[in-house]
Every structure is written in C-alpha cells, then in structure tokens.
C-alpha cells in the first residue's frame, strides 16, 4: 500500500525556457499544469552566467527568481548562474560548476521546504550536479534521461565516471524513448532500474487538419544545425522538381546553419518552394500545423521528437528517419520511416506517401497519439513515481 501525502519535488533542469531563451525547454515545462494537487513543485533552471549578452540581448536582465502561473499552480522558478566557457571547454567541469553555483539556493529552499525528492532532467552535467548537491544534503533523486547520444558522452574517459554515479545513485531512471533505455544498458547499465515514460502533449489544443486530394505542403519544426538533416532534405525537394513533382516546404525555426540552407534553396533553384519562418512560440505551432500536409524530420539522431508527435496530433502523417526515437513513434498507420543521412531515401519516402495519400487518415493518426501521448495520462505516471520513491520509507516503517 502506498500512502498518499503531498510531496514536495525539485525540478532541475537546464532546459527550460527563461527571459532570454522563452521557447527553451518547453517539453519540461509543459508538464506542470498537470500534476495533480498532492505534488508542489519548485523549479531550479540554471543558466551561465552573461546568458542574456550572448543571446544578443544586451539590455536584458534574467531576474535569480520568477514566479509563473500553470493553470491553478504558482511556481517558483530559480536560475542559479554557473560558469560556462565557450565551444564546451572544461566540458567536465560543468557538473561541478553547476553543483557550485546552485547549491545555496537548493539548500535555503530545503531549509523552509523540507524536500522530498529532487527530479533531475539529463544525466550530465545536471545530474552530475544533482548527485553532489543530494549527497550533501541527504536528498533522493531521479533522473530523466533525454540525451539521443548518451553513448558518446559515456564514451568519454572524463564524463563517463560521472554518469555511472549519476545513474547508480537515483532512485529511479526515466528514459524518454525505448532507444534511449537501450543506450543506457548497452553502455553497462542493463541492471538499472530504467523506465519509459514518454513525453507528452495537450491533445486537444492541437487543430485537427482536413486532408486534401493531395499532399503539397510540407513544414520542418526544429533547430536549424546539421544534424537535423534540412540540408538533406532540401537536395531531396531538388530532385523532386526535376521530375516534374513540386512542394512547398516551410522551415520553422533558427539556428547557426540558417544562412547556409538559405544559400542553398537559391543555389537549387527553390527560393519560391522553401519558406524561412523562424521560431515560433508552442502556441503557434499548434496553431499552425493544421496548414500543412506533412512533417518531415530528416534528423540523424534522435532521442525522441516532441514534433512528431504535435504533427500526429493535429492528423498529419510524417516522414521521419531510423535515428532512434522516431522508430518508437511513428507506425504504418501514422507515417513511414527511412535511413538517415540519405537524400535518395527521402525522395522515395515523399513519393511513397504522395502516392499511397489516401491511406493515411487525419482522425486515426490524431486518435493514435491520444492513446499513446497525452500529457494527462503521462504526467499522472510520474506522479505516481514520486509517490512509490517517496512513500517507500513510510510504508516500510508502517509494515
């Protein structure tokens, strides 16, 4: 039997949006709305130090503490600064100086909060930051594994040590993806406690799109750095014109590689198919995919993809690559699948549904994702995590 109680949980993650950086980290951020009454919630979001004059926001000032309304819920929301070098020099240090910077502020609110549980969102650097801090103050943890390339760092001789003690001190490991629970275990790991929660989204306050005779509008939704893949499936819309077979294409978002995709469109002769539209807000897109036909991501890593379930969500079919967390999402029923880092396989896989349109229905690929996705359902399956780490000591204590 577990007892119920209200719990006090510390969010600590990096990715979450703050003045300088509004649309970051939304896929932490929007879960909390949804929790249920027993569980309060404060957030600790760090950020390094001069955030704001990198951003290019010079005159910008990241208040230390904010406080947000979700739904009925008021949060605290702290952002503890941290030293970060640029081009991720002293890459190993970063834990440390997180766990640094942001251990006064954790140990004040566990002062006057009494936390029971610390749920941290990526292994490193903070989770490595998390563990000391938790060490310290003889506090529980968990831990959201999100990373699509957790083996990479787990390859490294400096970051590796810390993970593995990030990972055999939680209380319990979350993995986003089924690829991500696989790349836990085949780094060593297969003994852990992992468990797959997905993330989430509000169903209902996705547009539900009407399908058309036949597909010609396609969005990307996404950064915009190489490994996405844009650059790949521009060449693939290339192609296409060739033979007579014409799309639109709409890229929302930015990033350091805009200015290279740009001068590609015009190279290929695509300036008129391919839209730039830059970031837009969670709202908007929800807003806005109802528009389209098709969302592609041509990524070549991973470790889920929020869009593609947004996408499901308002009924549209998606084109996506084996690149781990995709193949955990989409089915026959809601898109198709190719190999990543392939121009070839992405003209195939538009041609594949552009020919095979009316197969894909908007009703049964949104019903899909309700089932599979809602935000509701996977919040509540969190909650409950809480309660069986929290509660473990009472019921023991009890029996």
Not at 293 to 311: H, M
Request: hydrophobic fraction near 40%; glycine fraction near 6%.
């Amino acid at each position: 039997m577990i007892l119920m109680k209200n719990v006090h949980i510390l969010i600590y993650s990096e990715e979450f949006p703050n003045p300088a950086e509004p649309t970051r980290g939304t896929f932490v951020e929007r879960n909390l709305p949804f929790f249920p009454d027993y569980v309060d919630i404060k957030v600790i979001a760090p950020i390094p130090f001069l955030l704001a004059k990198r951003r290019g926001k010079r005159n910008l000032t990241i208040p230390h503490k904010e406080i947000k309304q979700y739904g009925k819920r008021e949060t605290e929301i702290y952002h503890p600064r941290y030293i970060l070098f640029p081009r991720n020099f002293f890459r190993p240090l970063i834990g440390i100086f997180q766990y640094l910077f942001a251990f006064k502020t954790i140990q004040k609110i566990n002062e006057i909060w009494l936390i029971d549980l610390i749920h941290v969102h990526f292994s490193y650097p903070a989770g490595a930051a998390v563990r000391m801090i938790c060490e310290r103050l003889k506090l529980k943890y968990i831990v959201t594994e999100h990373r699509g390339a957790i083996d990479n760092f787990l390859q490294n001789r400096y970051l590796r040590p810390q993970i593995k003690q990030t990972y055999r001190q939680a209380e319990r490991i979350i993995a986003v993806s089924e690829f991500t629970r696989k790349q836990i275990q085949k780094a060593g790991f297969d003994n852990l406690p992992v468990e797959i929660i997905p993330n989430g989204i509000q169903i209902q306050n996705f547009l539900m799109s009407t399908q058309k005779s036949e597909p010609s509008n396609l969005v990307y939704i996404g950064n915009l750095i190489p490994t996405k893949g844009i650059q790949l499936l521009i060449k693939a819309l290339a192609e296409l014109k060739q033979e007579g077979i014409n799309f639109q294409l709409d890229i929302i978002g930015d990033g350091k590689y805009k200015n290279v995709l740009q001068r590609l469109s015009k190279d290929l002769n695509l300036q008129n198919n391919i839209h730039f539209l830059g970031i837009k807000t969670p709202e908007e897109i929800c807003n806005l995919l109802s528009s389209y036909d098709i969302l592609v991501q041509p990524s070549l890593l991973e470790s889920f993809s929020i869009v593609l379930i947004e996408a499901m969500a308002a009924g549209l079919p998606v084109i996506a690559t084996r690149c781990g967390g995709p193949e955990f999402i989409v089915t026959e029923q809601t898109g198709i699948l190719v190999q990543p880092a392939s121009v070839k396989e992405l003209v195939s896989g538009l041609k594949y549904m552009k020919d095979n349109w009316q197969k894909y229905d908007p009703i049964q690929i949104s019903g899909y994702t309700a089932a599979n996705y809602d935000i509701v359902l996977l919040t509540q399956k969190i909650s409950t995590l809480y309660l069986n780490v929290t509660c473990a000591e009472d019921n023991n204590d009890e029996r």
